[in-house]
């Protein structure tokens, strides 16, 4: 992954996805009628992306929803990790 500091004006979006289920909801992504912007990038769909972590605004800044994205999975793996633990027998 090259992250390019080289003062581009536009934000450049990587190419449309291949189809795929959010990791954290299951549903079908991506949505036919996202614009580029909120397009849905595996493995999570734009609603876990953007809610799934708490802090944080909305943004459609490639670079704000990668790091959406480790906050949303990162949550979710100590989610996952407690209740394991809470949860076991
Ligand atoms: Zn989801």
């Known amino acids: 992954m090259g992250s390019d500091a ?3 004006v536009m934000p450049i979006y990587p190419p449309e996805p291949d189809p795929f289920n959010c990791v954290m909801c299951g549903r079908d992504c991506p949505k036919k009628w996202h614009d580029p912007a ?5 493995p999570l769909c734009w609603n876990c992306e953007q809610y799934g972590w ?3 605004p909305l943004t459609q800044n490639p670079d704000q929803r990668l790091i959406k994205q480790i906050g949303a999975l990162s949550e979710a793996i100590t989610g996952a990790a407690w209740g394991k633990i809470d949860g076991r027998a």
């Open 6 to 8: 080289g003062g581009g």
């Open 38 to 42: 909120r397009r849905e990038y595996p």
């Open 54 to 56: 708490r802090q944080g």
